[in-house]
Nanobody, 119 residues
Framework: QVHLVESGGGLVQPGGSLRLSCAASGSIFSRNAMGWYRQAPGKQRDLVARISSSGDTTGYADSVKGRFTISRDNAKNTVYLQMNSLKPEDTAVYYC????????????WGQGTQVTVSS
């Protein structure tokens, strides 16, 4: 099992940027596809972006394409989410997670980090 800890959230104005990090413990990190998800109050947890174990393949929700970039550094056991041109509707708790495969809904999660986009 891999233990996940997210960081980098905060309050930002519309149009601003944030970079989220998800640090993982455990030697199997490099063998797992990873994903970033978000959950707004009263809503379900939805996929934001996912990345394959090698980092060669990525996928994004339509709502964030062209604005967000997922990446990973397997040497540092860390996955990142660069978020640019942030909008108020991006406000949510952001979670990183992993499951059994690239397309699997995660079964393991971090504790989440709050992102608030507001003027």
């Amino acid at each position: 099992q891999v233990h996940l800890v997210e960081s980098g959230g905060g309050l930002v104005q519309p149009g601003g940027s944030l970079r989220l990090s998800c640090a993982a413990s455990g030697s199997i990190f490099s063998r797992n596809a990873m994903g970033w998800y978000r959950q707004a109050p009263g809503k379900q947890r939805d996929l934001v972006a996912r990345i394959s174990s090698s980092g060669d393949t990525t996928g994004y929700a339509d709502s964030v394409k062209g604005r967000f970039t997922i990446s990973r550094d397997n040497a540092k056991n860390t996955v990142y989410l660069q978020m640019n041109s942030l909008k108020p509707e991006d406000t949510a708790v952001y979670y990183c997670g992993y499951g059994s495969s690239y397309y699997s809904f995660p079964t393991y999660w971090g504790q989440g980090t709050q992102v608030t986009v507001s003027s």
